[in-house]
């Protein structure tokens, strides 16, 4: 007689039949697993929460990441990456596709700061902090298409759907509140597996404030959040509607005995009830003097939207929050390339200067990992008249803060932009990198998943040393 009101599991069955044998191999096996996922995590960490703070696998100089995504492929050779062959060379057949002319840039380089990095004139604001920014300017990837190429940029494959970068980083290093997201995306991008937790517990994926780019509805405040309270149920209520579905999921879990995606909706449920009493205060930037809206250009009408997320970013920063994503589109420029750079630069540029004075002044930027990047880059040949194509061989990221070497200029492309060929950075590289800052082995941060350890880098990543502060 089977004393469950349900079939038997296959644990269930392996334990009564023949018996036990096939269990007593099954658990030993497990244990193995077991023994392997833990290894990417601190000892000191608490089963019983799995947002409690872990020990980093060695001393950190990132305690958290602001990650800055510039979805679509900024042009490089017009912000970062000065090309004074490809100026002189504007107008000659390149040989690279059909009859398509080299494009020399319309923005003028200029040299900034003591270490005299060269910075469009498009980001005259952000060319104040040159000697804190590091230029990676030998990006490349492995795909010149936008869904495939942000997706590798987010989660390090562009094959299969995998972890985000946050979301390993918080399974790594868990968060600091309790009572707010570890992991939070402002106008989250395109597509939720780019900031999804994949085989994860999904206590560990993004969670997303304001709405999608593609609805260009970018208000982050309270009231861009209606599920934020429930203004039918009390809190008490609330408590007893979240303890009854949190008893039916225990049910659950003691049938199968493990199961990440329900472990993972419990958690998230609390972090839900939790954040009701954080969230709106830290998303009404009302306290805020108007010298922090105007450094942060929240008085612009061109930068006002970004200005308030990057604010926000400071203000989830300083709360303890440890990655945080903000994402500005648009960056796609098939045509119109002079004036669509013009209009995205207006937007962002005084928000990032903003944001990186401010943190500096508040001295956070020592242990805030700021970083800068696309998916791609452009060609350095025209497209049409006045656009450039997508280019994966060759791209910029920059990075500050965080323990990184500020004022430096870290790879190259060739003498047109056209393809990395010094220090080829990879973003499995960049990936790593931007672990080893936060204190983690980005091969050791491992997750047993379908019978394999899987990481974020995969197989593959080298850290950058040079770039390390």
């Known amino acids: 007689m089977n004393p469950h009101p349900f079939p038997p599991t296959r644990r269930q069955a392996l334990k009564n039949l023949s018996t036990g044998f096939a269990y007593t191999a099954f658990a030993g096996l497990s244990a193995m697993q ?40 900024p042009s490089h050779i017009d912000t970062f990456d000065y090309k004074p062959r490809l100026n002189k060379d504007s107008g000659n057949v390149a040989g690279l596709r059909g009859d398509a002319k080299w494009l020399g840039s319309p923005f003028e380089f200029k040299q900034h700061g003591e270490s005299g990095l060269p910075i469009s004139e498009l980001y005259p604001h952000l060319a104040q902090h040159a000697d804190d920014l590091c230029l990676v300017n030998g990006m490349h990837t492995d795909v010149p298409s936008h869904p495939q190429a942000f997706a590798q940029l987010h989660t390090g494959n562009f094959q299969f759907v995998r972890p ?32 999804g937790s994949a085989f994860l517990p999904a206590i560990y994926q993004g969670t997303p404030i304001g709405s999608s780019l593609r609805t260009q509805n970018y208000d982050t405040s309270a009231a861009g959040m ?40 419990i958690e998230s449920f609390e972090l839900a009830f939790r954040m009701q009493s954080e969230i709106p205060g830290l998303l009404d930037i009302d306290a805020e003097s108007q010298a922090t809206k105007s450094l942060y250009g929240i008085d612009n009408q061109a930068s006002a939207k970004f200005g308030r997320q990057c604010l926000l970013a400071r203000r989830f920063a300083e709360a303890g929050v440890r990655f945080i994503e903000i994402t500005h589109g648009s960056w796609d420029q098939h045509r119109n390339l002079e004036q669509a750079l013009r209009d995205n630069t207006a937007a962002t540029d005084q928000p990032i200067a903003g944001l990186l004075t401010d943190l500096k002044q508040r001295d956070l930027l020592k242990d805030t990992l700021i970083v800068w990047s696309g998916e791609f880059g452009r060609t350095p040949y025209a497209q049409g008249n006045d656009g450039r194509d997508h280019n994966n061989k060759g791209f910029s990221a920059w990075m500050a803060g965080g323990g990184v070497r500020g004022g430096l200029r870290y790879g190259a492309t060739d003498e047109h932009g056209y393809q990395a060929v010094e220090n080829k950075t990879h973003i499995h590289d960049l990936h790593a990198t931007i672990l080893h800052l936060m204190g983690l082995d980005h091969t050791k941060l491992t997750y047993n998943y379908a019978g394999r350890d899987f990481r974020l880098t995969d197989v593959y990543g080298e850290v950058m040393k040079d770039v390390l502060g």
């Open 34 to 73: 077991s023994r392997s996922s833990l290894a990417a995590t601190a000892a000191t960490a608490s089963s019983n929460n799995p947002l409690a703070p872990k020990a980093p696998h060695f001393a950190a100089t990132a305690k958290r990441v602001i990650f800055l995504c510039m979805e679509g492929g």
């Open 164 to 195: 985000s970068l946050g979301a390993w980083s918080l399974y790594g290093l868990g968060t600091e509140n309790q009572n707010l997201p570890g992991f939070i995306t402002l106008s989250p991008p395109t597509g939720a597996n780019n900031y």
């Open 226 to 265: 209606p599920n934020l309270s429930n203004p039918k149920l009390s809190s008490e209520r609330q408590r007893l509607q979240l303890d009854f579905a949190k008893s039916l999921n225990r049910g659950k879990l003691d049938q199968e005995v493990h199961n990440p995606r329900v472990e993972g909706l």
